[in-house]
């Protein structure tokens, strides 16, 4: 019930072009949703966090998507572009305690120049 | 300004031997988090700090790990007789540690072989 299910595991899309990751959770005391971006050798990096009050959230390009009742959430990126080609990761964090993060396990994604 | 640091940025040992594995978060975050991250997986949670206590420390993998962290600020992650199941890349976290305010803040990590 602590995981979530990340999809696809690899991505690439043609400059412009949209870029869907999805994600899935178990756990109904998920109340924060973040998305990291990481580049090789890097660490993570916070692009956008959603809660479940809202049904989405835009940044920029960056979009997240939620539905509360199937318990999924997805990251739309708009006008994909070459810079994008990173690995994504969601993640859910519980609103009690540690607010430790539970992570999918990754998009990685290449955006075609 | 400063983000979080670690270090040693690399790091190659011998199975068998201890390694320790050092985070500085960010001045003033009150919560600090260790993951793992194997190669082509996601992170995985190893433990969590709160001030200098640990009161989360479920994703330890074996009683080989431990961590420690002073004086609210710097932790480190020690490994003792490392394992080739060891290698990984481990990545420190800091965070305000708030309800409203859960941003985790990463290093760029410690890539880890165990030969």
């Known amino acids: 019930q602590q995981q979530v299910k990340q999809s696809p595991q690899s991505l690439i899309v043609q400059k412009g072009g949209i870029s869907i990751i999805n994600c899935a959770y178990e756990?109904?005391?998920?109340?924060?949703f973040p998305w990291y971006q990481q580049f090789p050798g890097k660490g993570p990096a916070l692009l956008i966090a959603i809660r479940p009050d809202v049904s989405e959230k835009k940044e920029g390009r960056f979009t997240i998507s939620f539905n509360k009742s199937a318990k999924q959430f997805s990251l739309h990126i708009m006008d994909s572009q070459p810079g994008d080609s990173a690995t994504y990761f969601c993640a859910a964090s519980n609103g009690s305690g540690t607010y430790k993060y539970i992570f999918g396990t990754g998009t990685r994604l290449k955006v075609l120049a | 300004g400063a983000g979080v640091s670690q270090s040693p940025s690399n790091k190659v040992t011998e199975k068998g031997k201890d390694v320790e594995l050092r985070c500085d978060p960010i001045s003033g975050h009150t919560a600090l988090y260790w993951y793992r991250q194997s190669l082509g997986q996601g992170l995985e949670f190893l433990i969590y700090?709160?001030?200098?206590?640990?009161?989360?420390k479920s994703g330890l993998p074996s009683d080989r790990f431990s961590a420690e962290r002073t004086g609210g600020s710097v932790s480190t992650l020690t490994i003792q007789r490392t394992q080739q199941e060891d290698s990984a890349v481990y990545l420190c976290?800091?965070?305000?540690?708030?309800?409203?305010?859960?941003?985790?803040?990463f290093g760029p990590g410690t890539r880890l072989l165990v030969l």
């Open positions: 756990n109904t005391a998920f109340d924060y």
């Open positions: 700090f709160q001030g200098n206590s640990a009161p989360d």
């Open positions: 976290a800091s965070s305000p540690g708030l309800a409203f305010d859960r941003t985790q803040y």
